[in-house]
């Protein structure tokens, strides 16, 4: 958890833990697998994936528009890191979107 954590905090120094606690849970099972825990941004069925299971389903985010703009913001943030980690990925489109508290 703290490794999430720390990952998390270069890119929001005061990330919430209990935010990121929220996600590491839903993700459960798919970070104990490399591949599944990390995000490919230029991989536009993995952005699908994204937008679909975590933006619409959890974070109720039904504009696909406003979906894709957080998405594409957060790859840009994250674009020097060569494996963007699925929690730090999804923690950040949350914020974007003002969903950390609905978590």
């Known amino acids: 958890m ?49 937008r679909t299971n975590w933006v619409a389903k959890k974070l109720g985010i039904a504009d696909a528009g406003k979906a894709d703009a957080a998405i594409e913001k957060t790859c840009k943030a994250m674009s020097a890191d060569n494996t963007k980690s699925r929690v730090t990925f999804y923690y950040l489109v949350a914020k974007d979107l003002g969903k950390l508290g609905s978590l």
């Open 2 to 50: 703290t490794d999430y954590l720390a990952d998390v905090k270069k890119y929001d120094v005061g990330a919430s833990a209990d935010a990121v606690e929220k996600i590491v849970k839903h993700l459960g099972i798919a970070l104990r697998n490399r591949d599944s825990s990390l995000v490919s941004c230029t991989d536009p069925k993995e952005l699908e994936r994204v």
